[in-house]
């Protein structure tokens, strides 16, 4: 497909540490069309933070770095500017073209500016608003993410807002510039149960009456995934083990942990003493297996998985999988 | 919040009265006060007397003995007849009326002498700690930036030292080595202004013309019965309008009054170069370190890294948002700032011959002169709860979380 909007091309972002060197992400690939929801899944670790904030450029660094890898964006290698320390390219794309919504909503305001400041500034810097243009346009985007009484609350402060009130805040803040991507990292994990389904549905709404976003869902909920996603990637110790639509990976995953992680939720209608999981722990950054990083836990290892890495193979159209059992498609 | 601001100027009157009524207590009980003193002198008196005139006194006053008459009134001149917490009440009853007594070696009301003091020490320890401010706040900000660097390293080292040495230590080393006793002759020897100028120095190009007291009209002299036939007066004496423009002449020497003014504020400047710079030093290496880690600790926080995924430039970032952070425990000093300026003046004035709030202070410690040591007392303990309150309204207009209830 030549109409893709993010192409992330062998990845590799590396975490230098005392203990050594920590392959956070290591040779991602992946693509992600105009307007299509994509969802990262996998457990904490595997690097789905990691690939996003690559994607932003804001690995901390040191220790971190990006190391390798290409992403391309509407066409420009943002990663050869990077490697040109050219951060003008990333600068004006982050916050106007790629936006992030973070985590964490309790600590990602600012607490010493008003709301109205913080939604406001990014229309400033990058619209080239006045002050009182880009207020208005603060209040309407306020509004729009469901704050109520908004022109009167965008002069409050964050400690004001509820947790679930600010990651709309991030949202407006995030959908103000009428970005083509929208990163969502964990957005709903540390709000109240009741919250999350809200601020994910007015996520999919707002875009749709913006600028129609292209959403990177970052998540660990499988849950989250079915409800929003079109497609899926699965990622483990920093490599993708399955990429598939939504309804494939759901109904027929090739990957054993992709099963693994289907089999560990509750079916509703279904009985069971105990949720199953996946047994062991995952392996440690510094020490991973020398062949598929996925086999000191797989209940389907044999001869070839301890000690060659197995690649990516095609096994339907759109369906990678990263497994040795995987059997690629027939030619036509 | 306006009722907690209104509790707590309520609850400065105990913590006021805690603080004098230790003190005052102290003073009562501790040994070597102004009584003892004073019969130490008298003693030291007689002593003199008797060698010197080979006298014919009793035994008793040969020996130095006070008799018991005697001790009365000299209590009762020093006030130490009574009772203390009676003594203390009546402290305090005048201490209301803005009386703080007169002082024991002055003889002068001890208001007075504070009211003369006081603005010298605020000269001195403002410009030190606007200067700290202005040296400090960058430093760290910029050591926060430059985490890790050669730069953070070096300056780390300064910080280090300057931290290990009081102020006041590094006064007396720099006035030994450029105060003229040992290396280098640059910097004056101590005082706030120059006693006497020299046709040799530097300042004596700024000194204004003068007259002699002799030419003046004999009307006019008639005015000032001090001034001596031969004393030179500058243009800066009121009565120098009055001398003939032929008698005039430009002076070669004399005293800091004599300068115009240039000259003065550079005699000024010259003696505030080493007082103020043992101030800055003083507060230099905490300061600096509260700066720097403040800032390190908000650019790690998570607003920041929001700010960035805006795109805002590196530096909107810093100076914007972590700084603006980072500068809320540095602004709320500010409220202390009276306080701390007056509690590092003791030493440094002491060092440098500055007659300010401090050396007032020290020297009526030495001397036991407890109405001044009181004296100061209130007025010191009166700033640091003022300051207190001060520090709580900065916290709450720059910081929008803080609302006290």
Redesign the interface.
Same mark, same amino acid.
């Given at each position: 497909m030549a109409n893709e909007l993010l192409k992330v091309k062998n990845l590799k972002t590396y975490f230098k540490t005392e203990a050594g060197i920590a392959k956070a992400v290591d040779g991602v690939d992946f693509d992600i069309l105009p307007g299509e929801v994509l969802g990262i899944v996998g457990e904490s670790g595997s690097g789905k933070s990691v690939t996003s904030l690559s994607i932003?450029q #804001?690995i901390p660094n040191p220790p971190g770095e990006i190391v390798e890898g290409n992403i391309i964006f509407e066409g420009t290698d943002l990663l050869e500017a990077y490697r040109r320390k050219d951060y003008d390219v990333i600068?004006?794309?982050?916050? +106007?073209k790629i =936006?992030?919504i973070?985590q964490?909503p309790m600590? =990602? #305001? +600012?607490?010493?500016?008003t709301i109205g400041d913080q939604v406001a500034?990014?229309l400033v810097? *990058?619209k080239g608003m006045t002050p009182k243009e880009a207020r208005d346009y603060a209040v309407k985007m306020l509004e729009l993410v469901g704050i109520p009484s908004a022109r009167e609350r965008i002069d409050e402060?964050p *400690?004001q807002f509820s947790g679930g009130m600010r990651q709309r805040v991030?949202i407006a803040?995030a959908l103000s510039c009428d970005p083509s991507l929208l990163i969502a990292d964990e957005p709903t994990t540390a709000l109240d149960v009741t919250i999350q389904a809200q601020i994910l549905e007015l996520m999919l709404e707002v875009k749709a009456k913006t600028s129609n976003a292209a959403i990177l869902l970052i998540t660990h909920d499988m849950a989250v995934i079915a409800e929003t996603c079109h497609r899926v990637v699965v990622m483990y110790c920093g490599r993708i083990q399955e990429i598939a639509d939504v309804k494939t990976i759901f109904h027929s995953p090739q990957h054993p942990y992709t099963q693994g992680l289907l089999a560990s939720l509750p079916k509703p209608g279904q009985k069971v003493r105990r949720l199953s999981t996946i047994e062991g722990m995952v392996p440690s950054l510094f020490n991973l297996p020398k062949g598929c990083s996925f086999c000191t836990r797989c209940s389907k290892k044999h001869e070839p998985c301890e000690n060659v890495p197995p690649e990516m193979v095609e096994t339907a159209p759109g369906h990678f999988v990263r497994c040795h059992l995987a059997k690629p498609m027939q030619s036509v | 919040m306006y009722s907690y601001f209104i509790r707590r100027f309520l609850l400065m009157i105990p913590t006021f009265i805690g603080i004098t009524f230790l003190c005052f207590t102290v003073t009562r009980f501790v040994p070597g006060g102004p009584v003892e003193q004073a019969v130490l002198r008298y003693q030291q008196a007689m002593a003199n007397t008797s060698e010197g005139g080979g006298g014919t006194s009793d035994s008793a006053m040969e020996q130095g003995q006070i008799s018991e008459e005697m001790m009365q009134q000299l209590k009762a001149i020093y006030g130490f007849d009574k009772p203390f917490y009676i003594a203390y009440l009546h402290w305090l009853w005048r201490v209301l009326h803005f009386d703080l007594g007169t002082s024991d070696t002055y003889s002068r009301p001890v208001w007075d002498l504070i009211k003369e003091k006081f603005p010298i020490s605020i000269i001195f320890g403002l410009t030190g700690f606007t200067l700290s401010y202005l040296i400090c706040i960058p430093l760290g900000v910029w050591k926060a930036v430059k985490h890790g660097s050669a730069f953070d390293t070096g300056s780390s080292v300064m910080v280090f030292i300057a931290y290990s040495i009081p102020g006041w230590t590094a006064g007396v080393l720099l006035l030994m080595l450029l105060g003229g006793n040992a290396f280098l002759d640059i910097v004056p020897s101590g005082g706030k202004e120059s006693g006497y100028i020299t046709e040799k120095s530097k300042l004596s190009m700024f000194l204004q013309q003068g007259a002699l007291a002799v030419d003046l009209p004999a009307e006019i002299r008639s005015q000032y019965p001090k001034l001596r036939d031969n004393q030179q007066i500058s243009a800066n004496h009121p009565a120098f309008a009055h001398v003939p423009s032929e008698k005039r002449f430009q002076l070669k020497t004399g005293g800091h009054a004599d300068l115009n003014f240039v000259g003065r504020l550079l005699d000024s400047m010259w003696h505030m170069i080493l007082p103020v710079f043992c101030y800055v030093l003083g507060m230099f290496a905490s300061k600096t370190v509260l700066m720097k880690n403040s800032l390190m600790e908000n650019l790690g926080q998570d607003y920041v890294r929001t700010a960035f995924a805006k795109g805002l430039s590196e530096r909107t970032v810093i100076f914007k948002h972590a700084l603006r952070n980072s500068l809320i425990p540095i602004a709320t000093g500010l409220g202390h700032m009276l306080s701390i300026i007056l509690a590092g003046s003791y030493l440094i004035e002491k060092v440098f011959n500055i007659n300010g709030f401090g050396l007032l202070g020290y020297e009526s410690l030495i001397a036991r002169d407890y109405p001044v040591t009181l004296g100061i007392l209130v007025i010191g303990s009166m700033l640091k709860l003022f300051g207190n309150i001060m520090s709580d309204v900065l916290y709450c207009i720059i910081d929008p979380r803080i609302r006290f209830s």
């Open positions: 932003m #804001l600068r004006k794309i982050r916050g +106007n =936006s992030m973070f964490e600590t =990602s #305001l +600012n607490p010493v500016f500034e990014s810097h *990058h402060y *400690h991030m803040m | -």
